[in-house]
């Protein structure tokens, strides 16, 4: 009877889910960074029971990539097209638009450049900056349908962009097979760019994509955080009934940040094509738009966290490379760590938005 009696508080206490206010920003901090690292430490175990040495890890994902010149000139190569889709991601999603055709978006504007090579459109000197007007026009163009669907007729932007995905990369398929394949070889790529449809390089193996993403870094966070349209934009992202309550144009708000997020992933295209693969290829874009998504998850939507999740996803990518090559890790386990990290920040995002408090029963 008395062990009962011991044992009943215990048993008439119950647990309630309770949505916060607020919380702290460094507490928020703590939570977010605490989830990094418990997925850190789980992309750790699962490539240790991959086959790699526990031994290795720190020394294949930070001393040989970050402490070596030649591999950090591949980081911040990498970085460049992944700062793009990030921030192309992070402006949709604060409009509450979930754009999932980063990649359609993508190989529009990368189509769109190589035209500009093809027909040989504009004078040697200005075709490089016409192939990066035109690349974003046509990411811009790809991201007007479901936009327009989503706002006119309450379609599913889920929907609508990833059907579009698998339209654009048909269209890239028949071009790369069909009318644009190099007529030198038999491999489904257009041909060359010449050496002024390239983005040069600075010194030292640096490309001019990196400053590139720079500018367009903090272009995007002047705009969020200082614009009139990036004041509109927050109202958005908090409730866009709200917004429009108070005299937010909601729907204009939504089409310019989409619109936005749609020239960052053409642009995003053309760093690609002529930054890295010199020419248009059928398979350029693999991998680049769930990345993005991943950014701009990572980095709250935030630009300069964006930039710097960027930077750490295209750290994975270098040295995943590496592991393929020493270790024949299969590239899907680098994709695999990436799902991880996801999992482990939607976790965190749970617990700043939500606590656990504990009530008596009777209470």
């Given at each position: 009877m008395s062990d009962f009696a011991l044992r009943r508080p215990?048993?008439?206490?119950?647990?309630?889910?309770?949505?916060?206010?607020?919380?702290?920003?460094?507490?928020?901090?703590?939570?977010?960074?605490?989830?990094?690292?418990?997925?850190?430490?789980?992309?750790?175990?699962?490539?240790v029971l991959a086959g790699v040495p526990a031994g290795e890890l720190l020394n294949e994902f930070v001393i040989l990539t970050l402490f070596d010149a030649q591999s950090l000139k591949s980081v911040l190569f990498q970085a460049s097209p992944l700062i793009m889709v990030?921030?192309?991601?992070?402006?949709a999603f604060r409009a509450r638009f979930w754009n999932l055709g980063?990649?359609?978006?993508?190989?529009?504007?990368?189509?769109?450049a190589t035209a500009v090579t093809i027909w040989d459109i504009g004078s040697p000197g200005m075709r490089l900056p016409l192939m990066m007007a035109v690349a974003m026009v046509c990411g811009l163009l790809w991201a007007v349908a479901p936009?327009?669907?989503?706002?006119?007729?309450?379609?599913?932007?889920?929907?609508?962009?990833l059907m579009l995905n698998y339209?654009?990369?048909?269209?890239?398929?028949?071009?790369?097979?069909?009318?644009?394949k190099d007529p030198k070889d038999a491999f489904p790529y257009s041909p060359k760019y010449d050496s002024f449809e390239l983005l040069p390089e600075l010194g030292n193996g640096l490309s001019l994509s990196i400053p590139i993403a720079i500018v367009i870094a903090l272009i995007v966070l002047w705009f969020v955080n200082i614009s009139r349209a990036g004041l509109y934009l927050r109202f958005v992202d908090k409730s866009p009934k709200v917004a429009g309550a108070v005299g937010v144009p909601v729907a204009k708000t939504i089409l310019i940040a989409v619109l936005f997020s749609g020239a960052l992933a053409g642009l995003a295209g053309l760093m690609v094509a002529a930054g890295q693969e010199g020419r248009l290829t059928h398979s350029f874009y693999a991998g680049y738009g769930f990345s993005g998504i991943l950014i701009a998850f990572l980095a709250r939507n935030n630009p300069i966290a964006a930039t710097c999740a960027a930077l750490l996803i295209a750290t994975l990518f270098v040295s995943g490379r590496s592991l393929q090559v020493f270790y024949q890790i299969p590239f899907a386990m680098v994709q695999l760590i990436q799902a991880v990290l996801v999992i482990c920040v939607a976790s965190s995002d749970f617990f700043i938005r939500h606590r656990i408090r504990r009530v008596q029963g009777g209470d």
């Open positions: 215990l048993l008439n206490r119950r647990y309630t889910l309770e949505v916060r206010q607020q919380m702290a920003w460094p507490w928020q901090a703590l939570i977010l960074g605490a989830s990094m690292i418990l997925g850190l430490l789980l992309s750790g175990i699962i490539l990030g921030l192309a991601g992070c402006l980063l990649e359609g978006q993508m190989i529009f504007g990368a189509i769109g936009v327009l669907l989503k706002l006119k007729l309450q379609v599913n932007e889920i929907v609508s962009t339209i654009a990369i048909n269209v890239l398929l028949h071009l790369m097979y069909g009318p644009w």
